[in-house]
């Protein structure tokens, strides 16, 4: 039960050569992370982490394949999976399909902060516990 | 009964104000009157529009009143109303609420171009029949 | 002696009608308003106005006429004027065209805050002199 | 001596925590590809390649580590090198800084098109050989 996140992808996201720019993809990824997390934490995402939660997770990686165009003709699915979580870091895989097709897929490292002085720090324990709960450890690739 | 379009305003929006940056509440109107076409046309916005029907909706113009800050802490509800129907053009009112309170308002006004021509047309006679159904012609202001 | 600033449109800018889309417009509109106070204020744009000086400059409205498509064929030029100064409000003029032709030309009005606290007050007075000394008053449209 | 882009980051790119959004920086390293193609090609970027010299480079795989904050406190400067030339593809990797300090650094992976069919194929001759001139080979990471 991995959470899915739908983005109506439109004319605004293509370039002339009539699929979606490769600039949107990576934004869409982070929309759907970010969507992840409001899922998780009953509403909360990445603003309500930083202002009520006190707790940041900046990127240090991001990785991505792109198997296929991405189109307005269907909804963009994407399926975002925790696959690795440290004392300060959590690693997600996202999987992006249009109508059944593979579009793209990518691995994504954050780490946790300390969102008020911007430092590394562990995630809250409620929210680590909440995490462990979904978490799909995949073997390194 | 209005089409409504519902944006769900994040992290990725907003300025270090802690408000969603301006330039993204046009983008949103536009959404949301792509939104309104695929609603009216079985789905079909304006990627469909230009590349399956054959006609365009260039703007000519846009005006916007900001009247409350756009955040993270509500989805925000964008009510698209058309409001005035000419041979070649279409002018369409946009609000956007959150949780009740007028965010924005603005007026858009397009021209239907044949697309493959760039060139200004009528539109196709079953859309403009689907558009007078919906049309709420409004005093002008 | 106006502002001009110079946006490189690019293929990331254009949509499947092989211009810009609509929506980047009001973007660039207002990349060109920063770039105005970066001139006027020793590099200082929004972002130093805010967290260094402590006065903001939300906008209250937008107005814009789209007079030509914008393409990656040419630089689009971007001629920023202030054209009324209140007593806590400024209005610019943002006329933007391409190898001399007008692409559109739009109205902006922004009030002043005192940053910290989101509230309308008058800007610094060593802004207002600034402001002033580059006013090109126009008659009401 | 690599081609080097700059960017204006502004407020406009920043997010509450009052750094660059991440998802602002996988658009800034296309804008610099895209600007290494038009200073490689007599002011041809990825719009003219498609259009006007009918090849393409659609993109199949992009990787980054961010290792600092962007701010509008200083440009950023992206350094684009061509690292690997095959038969139908290429491989850049960026490098962005700021003030001297390293901000993220990025491998990005490009097919050649035949842009009218979208079909795999290899670039123009004089497109390969201009390549050539600038390609600093890397040892593979």
Redesign the interface.
């Known amino acids: 039960m991995s959470y899915e996140h739908e983005i ?1 992808v ?3 996201d ?5 699929i979606a ?3 949107r993809i ?2 869409w990824a ?2 759907a992370i ?2 992840f997390w409001e899922d998780l934490l009953d509403g909360d ?4 982490m ?2 009520d939660r006190n707790f ?1 997770t ?9 198997r296929s ?1 991405v ?2 003709r269907h909804r963009l699915i994407c399926e975002v999976v925790p696959v690795r979580l440290g004392t300060t870091s959590i690693t997600f895989r996202v999987v992006g399909r249009q109508g059944g097709t593979l579009c793209f897929e990518g691995e994504f490292v954050n780490v946790f902060t300390q ?1 008020d002085v ?1 430092r590394k720090a562990p995630p809250p324990a409620d929210v680590r516990e909440k995490i462990e709960a979904v978490l799909q450890p995949q073997p390194a690739q």
């Open positions: 109506r439109t004319w605004a293509c370039d002339p050569a009539r720019y490769t600039g990576p934004n982070l929309d970010n969507g995402g990445w603003y309500q930083e202002l940041g900046p990127f240090v990686h991001m990785s991505i394949d792109f165009p189109t307005p969102a911007f």
